[in-house]
């Protein structure tokens, strides 16, 4: 282990030297079944020869120019993620937390616009923006937030999935410019919504004329059965991020708009040195190719349900589980106790998962997995939890 890395992550004693599909191998030689995907990254698996064909020839043709020029493959990245959005105008960065940077930076502009001198947006308790410092105020998890102090201000907090409690922020407060959430939170344990509850947001949005931002960094890209999980509700919002699946590993993180937040940025107001370059677009493009020729949204509803019906009938009526829940590909069961062993204990039977907020199981396999796979991924998850006791 070097000690020249800051310490800003705690990893398990393993690392990996190859990867194909869902299978990762180790320096020993041992297999695993990746449930995780790098974080819902490698939603195409690991080492798709397709992908890996187009980064290639990318990479041994031209990597970067700058936004100094013009760039085609950004251009056709953008216009494909306009169509599969329904909305207008992108941004490229090159991680989730510059995404939401450029969303807030928006309605800041947006709020001033509109004379209002210290534009608000309201949040909600245990969400997950990112790190870099607008990011980590807008968040709603105090360990992301503790010891950064001085916050940056302007944000309002509510609890997710609690329409009147929004409502009445809007009644009190008139110096907000739009709501953020997560369609489905993610760091907070898979925390799905009931239905409804983004359109009715949605409605408040347009009756206060707020803009609604959706995070889509981890509920996005056909994790959850849907290109965006905000379209399972058959809303538009105004301002969508999404990142972490987008170029399958490639770092990138796009901020994309419809009407007048489409057009709040302007030459000189923001901008990006590596963001959009041709080698991580075109490989964002034959994802985004590859999930339509695939039907990956179609894919991810049925593993995921196939997934979860395991999950119910073996797990359902277990003392130890308090919920199972999740959409698609996107899937948490949070116990009754504390459950970071689970995660060592996983990985000695060959399968790859993530705990988050203690004591709940993530699951973000990669899309492309068979019946068999997710078969083989239950019934070890099961197994666990049944050991676990
Ligand atoms: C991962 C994540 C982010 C931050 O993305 P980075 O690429 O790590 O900056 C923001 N929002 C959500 C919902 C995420 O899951």
């Known amino acids: 282990m070097s000690n020249h890395l800051m310490c800003t992550y705690a990893p398990l004693p393993v690392a990996f030297v190859r990867g194909e599909g869902a299978w990762l191998w180790d320096e020993n030689g041992k297999r695993y079944l990746d449930a995780i995907s790098g974080l819902g990254v490698c939603a195409l698996g690991h080492a798709h020869p397709a992908l890996a064909r187009v980064i290639s020839e990318q990479a041994s043709t031209l990597i970067h120019t700058g936004n100094l020029f013009r760039i085609p493959w ?79 201000s302007g944000f309002v907090r509510a609890p997710f999935n609690d329409f009147e409690a929004i409502e009445t922020i809007a009644q009190r407060n008139h110096d907000i410019t739009a709501v953020l959430l997560e369609p489905i939170q993610g760091e907070a344990g898979i925390r799905v919504p009931e239905p409804g509850f983004l359109a009715k947001l949605r409605a408040l949005c347009n009756e206060q004329g707020w803009l609604l931002i959706v995070d889509e960094i981890q509920s996005g890209l056909c994790r959850t059965g849907r290109w965006y999980a905000h379209q399972h509700e058959e809303i538009r919002p105004d ?151």
């Open 74 to 152: 950004q251009e056709t990245l953008a216009d494909r993620l306009a169509a599969i959005t329904g909305m207008e105008r992108v941004f490229f960065g090159n991680s989730g937390a510059e995404a939401i940077e450029c969303a807030l930076k928006i309605t800041r502009l947006m709020g001033h616009q509109k004379g209002i001198d210290n534009p608000g947006v309201v949040v909600m308790d245990h969400s997950f923006h990112g790190r870099t410092m607008a990011a980590l105020s807008a968040t709603g998890n105090r360990k992301v937030q503790a010891g950064f102090e001085p916050l940056v």
């Open 239 to 389: 301002i969508l991020t999404t990142a972490k699946a987008l170029a399958n590993g490639l770092p990138i993180g796009a901020c994309v708009a419809r009407g007048p937040a489409a057009d709040a940025l302007s030459p000189g107001s923001h901008g990006s040195t590596f963001g959009g370059n041709p080698l991580v677009s075109r490989a964002a493009c034959t994802v985004l190719d590859i999930m339509e020729a695939d039907q990956l949204p179609e894919r991810a509803a049925a593993a995921g349900d196939r997934m979860m019906t395991a999950f119910h009938q073996r797990l359902g009526s277990h003392g130890g589980v308090r919920d199972i829940r999740g959409k698609g590909l996107m899937i948490g069961i949070e116990l009754e106790v504390e459950a970071n062993a689970l995660k060592n204990r996983a990985m000695e039977r060959g399968v790859l998962l993530n705990i988050t907020q203690n004591r709940v199981i993530r699951l973000l396999p990669p899309l492309i997995i068979d019946d068999e796979q997710v078969d083989e991924i239950s019934d070890v998850v099961c197994t666990l939890v049944e050991e676990f006791g």
